[in-house]
């Protein structure tokens, strides 16, 4: 496209130039025959036919039926002139057209009609002329003194004006043209592959994420699958003695059912979460409630763990702007976490706060912490420290995975401060909500 267009921006802008210089001529040429009319006018002998009157008037030329030999100079000529018999001939026409006297140089000796003022004849030599034919009139003035000169028509002046510099110049125009526009080309293409590559750079990025998740998650899906297959094939070939054999072959069945079941769950909600907002399901939401609520269901894990949990929250009740069932995802995933990597006799604080405009949640451990690369990709799909212990304690490696991208949908931000050994902070802001949140059937908070 940008070769069409330069392409033809390059001929128009020819075609301009062109006929401007074409323009020039003519008006060049239609000044020299009428200052060569009104200067031949008084001279011109009476009868319009090859006399020795005539060849006095126009000695340059030469007469129809007299030998015409060029006369040589010997001084080069500087100025543009019409005796220059390069660049101009000239022929006079009796009024029937017939030649009466031409220069030597002259493209057509022969008799002829003047055509229209305007034509372009070619040279012997197959150079080109721009002829201009115009009415020669001669000045007469009757015998009677005091009378005024008359106007008599006489026969015809043909001024031909060579073409040679102008066609030159367009053929080196037109080379010039075909150069550039390659060059152009040429630079435009470049500049075009530069460009598209650096466009193309970010869509890249996420095809090759995708193409990671894709990876990812079939290798996360087949683990599961491969041991639930492996428990069956085994039940097949050997089934289980006793009782207590069958039940551990059906809980290890089971167990691998649910760890499949929870990481398509995870999948699917990340699929969600990625896919267009709903906006309608956005309303005020009590953070203090969720957190009260999920610090009840999440003290059973922390007893097991042997992990303190607890909150701390202002008397106010936190309104943020969101949809209830994420929020409570996101909440239980931190909490979860947070219990999960805290060693045996260690804390968990969950706390609510209020800053401006944002609400603030932290949750705080005493765990093991995160090292500072491992901050930078905790957020990526199923990215784990430690995928051994992961992966034993049920993780699916979506978790924060799943607590950015609700994040990201509730427009708020989410900031990890973290020394390995000495525990981790994970610190939520959200919106606040201008409106109270609806009254819940949930229990009072157990400060
Ligand atoms: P997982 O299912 O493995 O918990 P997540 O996405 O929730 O997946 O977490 C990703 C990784 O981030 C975890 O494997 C763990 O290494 C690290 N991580 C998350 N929360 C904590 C925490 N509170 N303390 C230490 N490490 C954490």
């Not at 002829?131 to 005024?148: E, M």
């Not at 020394?419 to 802001?429: H, L, W």
Request: neutral net charge; contains cysteine.
């Amino acid at each position: 496209m940008i070769g069409v267009i330069l392409y033809g921006a390059g001929l128009g802008m020819l075609g301009l130039l062109m006929r401007s210089n074409w323009s020039a001529l003519e008006r060049e040429v239609e000044t020299l025959a009428g200052t060569l009319h009104d200067s031949l006018k008084p001279l011109l002998p009476a009868e319009a036919k090859p006399s020795p009157q005539l060849a006095a008037v126009l000695p340059g030329l030469c007469l129809v039926g007299s030998p015409c030999q060029p006369a040589p100079s010997l001084i080069p000529r500087h100025a543009v002139s019409i005796t220059d018999p390069e660049r101009f001939y000239l022929r006079l026409l009796d009024p029937s057209g017939g030649l009466i006297a031409h220069s030597p140089g002259s493209p057509r000796a022969k008799a002829e009609r003047p055509g229209p003022a305007w034509t372009v004849v070619a040279g012997p030599g197959g150079e080109r002329f721009l002829q201009y034919s115009i009415h020669l009139h001669r000045s007469h003035t009757p015998a009677d003194p005091g009378a005024n000169a008359l106007e008599m028509d006489w026969g015809y002046l043909q001024i031909g004006r060579s073409l040679s510099g102008l066609d030159a110049e367009r053929q080196r125009l037109w080379w010039a043209t075909q150069t550039i526009v390659v060059l152009a080309l040429v630079v435009a293409g470049l500049a075009s592959w530069w460009l598209s590559g650096l466009a193309m750079r970010p869509l890249l990025a996420a095809y090759r994420q995708q193409e990671q998740f894709t990876g990812d998650a079939a290798h996360e899906l087949r683990a599961p699958l491969a041991n639930l297959l492996a428990v069956v094939e085994a039940h097949r070939t050997k089934p289980p003695a006793d009782a207590v054999a069958r039940d551990q072959m059906l809980a290890a069945v089971q167990g691998q059912g649910q760890r499949l079941s929870r990481l398509i769950s995870d999948l699917l909600l990340l699929a969600r979460l990625d896919g267009p907002e709903a906006g309608a399901a956005m309303q005020s939401c009590s953070l203090t409630q969720i957190a009260c609520d999920l610090l009840e269901e999440t003290s059973e894990a922390a007893s097991i763990a042997e992990v303190q949990l607890r909150l701390q929250s202002g008397d106010d009740d936190l309104n943020v702007l969101g949809v209830e069932s994420e929020l409570y995802r996101l909440v239980s995933n931190l909490l979860l976490n947070a219990i999960q990597y805290t060693p045996s006799g260690g804390e968990v604080l969950l706390s609510l706060r209020r800053e401006g405009n944002l609400g603030l949640l932290q949750v705080q451990d005493s765990g093991m912490g995160i090292t500072p690369a491992d901050q930078q990709r905790i957020f990526d799909r199923f990215f784990r420290s430690d995928p051994g212990r992961s992966r034993r304690q049920g993780g699916t490696g979506l978790g924060l995975s799943i607590v950015a991208a609700i994040i990201r949908r509730h427009r708020g931000e989410i900031i990890v401060a973290s020394k390995p050994g000495s525990g981790s902070v994970f610190t939520v802001k959200l919106p606040m909500a201008t409106t109270p949140a609806p009254p819940s059937g949930s229990t009072a908070c157990p400060h």
